[in-house]
C-alpha cells in the first residue's frame, strides 16, 4: 500500500496567488481529514470528509480556504487569495470508519510559504 | 468542546533513563492515540488504545489508558537517542469518533 500520497511536497507562492493542495487517501478508507501544522497554533484540523461528503469544516479558517473531494481517491485544499500568515505545512489523512478503531494514517505533507 | 493536554512540553533525558509523559482530556472517550513526529517528517501512528486499562507496548514504550482519570501515559524505558521526536496523543471525540482532537505535542529529547 502507498499510504496517503500529498502534492506538492513543497509549494512557495506569493501572497495573492492561488494554492491547491492535493491529496490521495488510502484506498478503501472512507474518511479524509484536512490538519494544518504551524508553530504557533500546532496541529488543527480544517476540514473532513465521509464518503466523499464534507462533515464538518467549522476549523476552516476564513472563506478563503475551501476544500473538496470529488471522489473516493482525491482531495483537494485550496486557498485563494493566499496570505504569508497561511504559512505553514499541511497534512491530509485517512481512515477507515468501518475498523472500529478509528486509526488516522498521515501523508507525507505539503510545505507551504507564502511570500 | 474536548480539550487535551500533555506535558511536559518539553523532556530532555539521558539516555538510559526512565521517564513519563502525561495525556488529559477533558471529556469522556475511550479512543485514544498515540503518534511520533520526527523534524520535518509526517504523523507515525505509534498506539492505540480502545478501551479503559488498555496497555500497550513496542520496544522501549508502553502506552496505557484510564478513561475514569481521562488520562493516558506514555512510559520511556532506558530511553535511547533514537527516540528523539515529538510525541502527540489525539483523543476521540465520543460524538463523531472518526474526529481527532490533538494535544500539544511533547518535543523528547534524549543525550547521549
Known amino acids: 500500500d502507498a499510504g496517503v500520497i500529498q502534492s506538492p511536497r513543497h509549494e512557495v507562492t506569493e501572497m495573492g496567488q492561488e494554492v491547491t493542495l492535493r491529496c490521495k487517501p488510502i484506498s478503501g478508507h472512507d474518511y479524509l481529514f484536512w490538519y494544518r501544522q504551524t508553530m504557533m497554533r500546532g496541529l488543527e484540523l480544517l476540514i473532513y470528509f465521509n464518503n466523499n461528503v464534507p462533515i464538518d469544516d467549522s476549523g476552516m479558517p476564513e472563506d478563503r480556504f475551501s476544500a473538496k473531494m470529488p471522489n473516493a481517491s482525491f482531495s483537494t485544499l485550496k486557498i485563494q487569495p493566499s496570505e504569508p500568515r497561511d504559512s505553514a505545512v499541511y497534512f491530509c489523512?485517512?481512515?477507515w470508519g468501518g475498523g472500529g478503531n478509528n486509526e488516522q494514517f498521515f501523508g507525507p505533507g505539503t510545505r507551504l510559504t507564502v511570500l | 468542546e474536548l480539550k487535551v493536554e500533555q506535558n511536559p512540553l518539553f523532556l530532555s533525558m539521558q539516555e538510559g533513563k526512565n521517564y513519563t509523559i502525561y495525556c488529559n482530556y477533558s471529556t469522556t472517550s475511550d479512543r485514544l492515540y498515540w503518534y511520533r513526529q520526527d523534524p520535518g517528517k509526517s504523523l507515525e501512528s505509534l498506539f492505540v488504545l480502545l478501551s479503559n486499562g488498555a496497555v500497550k507496548q513496542e520496544g522501549r514504550l508502553m502506552a496505557s489508558l484510564d478513561t475514569k482519570a481521562r488520562l493516558s501515559t506514555l512510559h520511556i524505558t532506558a530511553a535511547v537517542h533514537d527516540l528523539s521526536a515529538t510525541y502527540f496523543c489525539a483523543v476521540g471525540d465520543t460524538g463523531t469518533a472518526s474526529k481527532l482532537t490533538f494535544g500539544t505535542g511533547t518535543r523528547l529529547q534524549v543525550t547521549l
Open positions: 489523512a485517512s481512515s
